[in-house]
């Protein structure tokens, strides 16, 4: 079993920049992807970021360009770089792990844009 804890969220400017963290602890070998997804509310849980393993990423279209994942395995934590945020992105986001037949995730974090 997996357990996620994500941080790193809280209150910031429209144009400003956040970083995220989520700290993976457990059967942590068994992790294949981890990614990031967040909720607004009234709206549907949307893919923001995902990076394999072996450090390949994805991005949701809304964020390229302006959102980086990172992972760094040794500490088992996957890491979300937002700049140039969005009111519209304000939401809780989630840190997500893969293993074989299931994903976990973590309670979420408040990312809150002040406009």
């Known amino acids: 079993q997996v357990q996620l804890v994500e941080s790193g969220g809280g209150l910031v400017q429209a144009g400003g920049s956040l970083r995220l963290s989520c700290a993976a602890s457990g059967s942590i070998f068994s992790i294949s992807t981890m990614g990031w997804y967040r909720q607004a509310p009234g709206k549907q849980r949307e893919s923001v970021a995902s990076?394999?393993?072996?450090?390949?990423?994805t991005y949701g279209d809304s964020v390229k360009g302006r959102f980086t994942v990172s992972r760094d395995n040794a500490k088992n934590t996957v890491y979300l770089q937002m700049n140039s945020l969005l009111p519209e992105e304000a939401a809780v986001y989630y840190c997500?792990?893969?293993?074989?037949?299931?994903?976990?995730w973590g309670p979420g974090t408040q990312v809150t844009v002040s406009s």
């Open positions: 997500t792990g893969v293993t074989p037949g299931r994903r976990s």
């Open positions: 990076i394999t393993k072996g450090g390949s990423s």
